[in-house]
C-alpha cells in the first residue's frame, strides 16, 4: 500500500485526498441524462468499489458520502479486497430531530466513522444574524456525538463555517464547496479561501474540478495551493484511470513538481507534436 499525505481530524488519521462518490452514485451536475448514465454505469457495488480500491491501494483510505445500503456494500468489498478499513465520512440528511436519529442510528449500523449533516440540513439551520447554529442544528450534532460518530458540517455556504466557529459548536471539520470555477460558489473564491484558512478546523474541500467543467490540473493546482497543510479534498472519478490520474496530480501538486500523466490528444494538437514525440 501506497502512503498519502495525511491530517488529523477529531483525533482520526485522514488522507489529505478523499474519494468521493457524487461521480458514482449518478449526481453529475450537468443533466438529468448524465445523471442516469452514471447510474447506469455504476449498477452495481462491486463497480464503485473497484475505483474505491485504488483510492485505497495509494493510501487514500477514506470515502464521504451519504449513507446507504450500495456504498456499504462497495466499502465492504474494497476492505475485502485491500485488507484496509475505509473511513466512512456519512452526510446523511433528515428534516426533524426524530428522522435525525434514524438516520445516525443507520450511520452507525453502517459503520461510518464521520456523521456530518448534509447541507440541505445544516444550510437552513444557521443563524446569520447572531452567527451561531440553531438550536435544533446543535442537538443535531450533538445526538451524532453521543451515538459515538465524530461530528462536521457538510455545507454549501461559508456562513456555517463562521457560525459555528463563533458559537465554539461541537464539529470536527467542515465539507465545503471550493473550485477556481467559482461553480456553486455562494461569494467570490478569495473570499471562501479566506474562510477556509481562518477555520477553527479541518476543511474538507468538494468539487474541486467544479463538477467536470475544470481540467484535473487546473482544478487540483487551484485548490491544493491556497488551502492549508491539515485541510483535504474530495475527489470523484468515474474510472480507475480518472482515479490514478487525480491522485498523481495531487500528489505532483503538494510536492510541488510536474505531474507524470499523459495528455489526451486529438488531431487539432498534431501542429504542437515535436519530432519523435
Not at 26 to 55: N, Q, W
Not at 102 to 131: S, W, Y
Not at 192 to 210: D, F, G, Q, W, Y
Amino acid at each position: 500500500m501506497a502512503n498519502f499525505p495525511r491530517t488529523t481530524v477529531g483525533g482520526i488519521s485522514l488522507p489529505r485526498l478523499i474519494c468521493g462518490s457524487n461521480a458514482m452514485l449518478g449526481y453529475s451536475h450537468i443533466s438529468a441524462a448524465r445523471d442516469k448514465f452514471i447510474k447506469e454505469l455504476f449498477d452495481t457495488p462491486a463497480k464503485m468499489a473497484k475505483v474505491i480500491e485504488v483510492f485505497v491501494k495509494h493510501g487514500c483510505d477514506a470515502f464521504l458520502s451519504s449513507p446507504g445500503d450500495f456504498a456499504r456494500q462497495a466499502l465492504d468489498l474494497t476492505e475485502q479486497r485491500t485488507g484496509r478499513k475505509v473511513i466512512w465520512i456519512a452526510t446523511p440528511s433528515a428534516g426533524n430531530v426524530e428522522e435525525w436519529k434514524i438516520a445516525v442510528e443507520k450511520c452507525v449500523k453502517q459503520r461510518a466513522t464521520f456523521c456530518l449533516p448534509h447541507m440541505c440540513v445544516t444550510d437552513v439551520r444557521l443563524d446569520g444574524l447572531n452567527k451561531r447554529l440553531t438550536p435544533e442544528l446543535s442537538e443535531f450534532l450533538s445526538i451524532a456525538r453521543k451515538a459515538g460518530l465524530i461530528p462536521g458540517l457538510s455545507t454549501h455556504t461559508p456562513d456555517a463555517v463562521i457560525c459555528a466557529d463563533s458559537s465554539n459548536a461541537d464539529v470536527e471539520t467542515y465539507i465545503q464547496i471550493y473550485n477556481a470555477a467559482g461553480f456553486l460558489c455562494q461569494v467570490e473564491t478569495d473570499w471562501i479561501a479566506k474562510v477556509i484558512n481562518e477555520a477553527k478546523k479541518p476543511v474538507i474541500v468538494i468539487k474541486p474540478l467544479a463538477a467536470g467543467k475544470l481540467l484535473p490540473p487546473t482544478g487540483f493546482d487551484f485548490v491544493w495551493s491556497t488551502i492549508r497543510e491539515r485541510d483535504m479534498v474530495c475527489a470523484g472519478a468515474m474510472s480507475v484511470y480518472e482515479a490514478e490520474e487525480d491522485i498523481e496530480l495531487s500528489h505532483a501538486c503538494i510536492e510541488k513538481r510536474k505531474a507524470s500523466v499523459k495528455l489526451q490528444f486529438t488531431r487539432s494538437k498534431e501542429s504542437l507534436m515535436k519530432e519523435g514525440n
